[in-house]
């Protein structure tokens, strides 16, 4: 008790810390176009349209999933449609990232291991940029360690009780894919499997990915994707292959 105690003691004071480092002005400059204005076109055009098919000054977009959208056509529809609203999404996700930080230092390695892992992620000047910025980054980041805070704590308290941790890391993994881009999914389970395989605790695979966590993993990560590919015959193709394949050999035709 003593412990968990810490741990929300820990999360609790790097959150506040973060809230004082990044909150303050954050409607206050103008958008940063094309960067900050695009994606708060997007999720403007999606209050009026489909929040399946993404579009971009009436135009079908596919670079990006859609939960930054989501998240900031909703903060749109709560508060208005400012550069305070759009931002939003983005500070909330820089949040969340310390926490889940916070959280998983401070149960593995005490309170002070906890204020000490999200400090340094505070400490990231990218992050913090990013965390008043309208761009997926921060949410990207925070369903990222999520994902490896549940899995770790997963895996650290092995009773069945626990299992619950190992299912909520699935789904934020699949958050991540929903925030940027499948990797996002792929990449952090392959590093916690390549970490559980060097310590010989890999089998059975079960006992870090149970049934319930793969199925969420699955259908969070990749029901959005199936749906836009049903309804839109194109987007696989350049989804895949364009945004993708392409793009990392620098192959890219631009009309």
């Known amino acids: 008790m003593a412990a968990r105690c810490g741990a929300g003691a820990a999360v609790v004071v790097t959150v506040l810390l973060a809230v004082l480092l990044l909150a303050p002005g954050l409607g206050q400059a103008p958008f940063d176009d094309p960067g900050e204005g695009q994606h708060a076109e997007i999720a403007r055009e999606m209050l009026g349209g489909s929040w399946i098919a993404l579009r971009l000054n009436g135009v079908r977009y596919w670079d990006k999933p859609p939960l930054l959208y989501w998240l900031t056509a909703t903060s749109f529809t709560m508060f208005g449609i400012d550069e ?46 990013f965390a008043r910025y309208v761009r997926p980054e921060t949410l990207f980041v925070a369903a990222i360690q999520w994902g490896f805070t549940g899995l770790l704590l997963g895996q650290a308290h092995a009773p069945v009780r626990d299992r619950g941790w190992a299912v909520f890391g699935c789904g934020a993994l699949g958050v991540a894919a929903l925030a940027k881009d499948p990797l996002g999914m792929l990449g952090p389970l392959a590093a916690v499997a390549v ?17 319930l966590g793969v199925v969420s993993l699955l259908v969070i990560g990749l029901g959005w994707y199936a749906v836009a590919a049903a309804t839109e015959p194109s987007f696989l193709w350049y989804s895949v292959v364009d945004n993708h394949l392409l793009n990392v050999a620098r192959m890219r035709v631009y009309p």
């Open 195 to 211: 970490a559980l395989a060097l310590s010989g605790r890999l089998r059975p695979v079960r006992a870090w990915m149970p049934a």
């Open 84 to 129: 305070w609203s759009a931002r939003l999404p983005s500070l909330l996700g820089a949040l969340l990232a310390v926490a889940g930080a916070a959280l998983l230092g401070a149960r593995l390695l005490g309170s002070a291991g906890g204020l000490l892992a999200g400090a340094a992620l505070l400490s990231c000047a990218l992050f913090a940029a």
